[in-house]
């Protein structure tokens, strides 16, 4: 089942503060009006006593409630700024284009609401994400055996160092230490919500993680520390089947993940990961679910822990944990991504469900 919301009085309070915690986690639906919100729409808010709130679109739309059209609850919410969607079709258009301020003037907008909306949606600024794009280019160059000025110069930086330091921020390796030789090789797989990073060997997927989480650095470390090897670059078969079926879960076309995964852990955190993997698609547990389920009802802080050192996103869910009461909690991609994909997740699992009706 779909996890229990909170009481009336507490989702009435996230309503009038639009409590982004709740986003995408509960929907209001005005009885006086006959319309659907998020928690976050800025329209006026209405009376308590014609509020029903349930948290999923489906029940909704079954109730006979029709869709906001100030809050667009239909659409994810970053793509209902016109700000945002302009922007992003741009970048789509000039990918090698050294984004500044002042292009962003020169098309119209002002630079602190735009500044505002891609931190709030996105986790980062439009210039950041600009600036990952191209980044992404001279990784790609050196995966089909570039060299690092040729990378630099496709990835549009001026400098050579500059290129080299964004380089060691992201991965914690200059260019030049990543070759296209290893057991573990690194490849960069694009997806609706921001560009991952996949490490894999011949036969096991070890490590998927988005490309701005911050413990990225770390993680891969580490797992070039077990390895006892420097981490090359290139896309074995698991890389390639992952990339294959994230593209058919971001198009909610599928939710079946078979790529063979790698994991590096002790015995409680296995059990945890077990359990993360065991929650159907489009529902949520919190952290004393799974450490109920696991039989361990007092590890609550340990389940925790064990859900924050995942490092295979997605395929093992820990973005489907949330708080006890029902708001989105601490998550390495970002709160907004979290929400991302527990829409995403919803959309399949009432895709299911209408196909077996």
Known sequence: MLFD????????????????RFDGQAFVCVSSTGVFCRLTCPARKPRLENCIFFATIGECIS???RACKRCHPLQAAAMADPNIVALLKALDERPDLRWSEAHVEELGYDLSTVRRSFKRQFGM?????????????????????????????????????????????????????L??????????IPTPLGDMIAVSSPSHLHLLEFVDRKGLPAELARLMAAAKQQIGLGAPPPSEQAAAELA??????????????????????????????????????????????????????AVARANGANQIAIMVPCHRVIGADGALTGYGGGLWRKQRLIEIERQLRQAKEETAT
């Not at 070759?179 to 960069?188: C, E, H, I, K, S």
């Open 248 to 301: 058919d879960y971001f198009a909610a076309r599928s939710d079946r993940f078979s790529t063979p995964l790698a994991f590096a852990a002790n015995a409680f955190t296995q059990q945890v990961w077990d359990a993360l993997r065991a929650i159907p698609v489009g529902v949520t547990r919190s952290y004393s679910d799974i450490a109920r389920q696991i039989g361990r009802p007092a590890a609550v802080r």
């Open 63 to 65: 109730a006979g409630y």
């Open 179 to 188: 070759r296209t030789d290893g057991w573990l090789r690194a490849t960069w």
């Open 5 to 20: 919301l909170p009481n009336q009085e507490t989702l009435y309070t996230a309503l009038l503060a639009r409590d982004n």
């Open 125 to 177: 600024t439009f210039l950041e994400m600009a600036r990952q794009r191209r980044l992404r280019e001279g990784f790609e160059t050196l995966a089909r055996g570039g060299k690092v000025i040729t990378a630099q110069h496709e990835a549009s930086f001026e400098s050579a160092s500059a290129f080299r330091a964004a380089f060691a921020r992201l991965l914690g390796r200059a260019p030049a230490d």
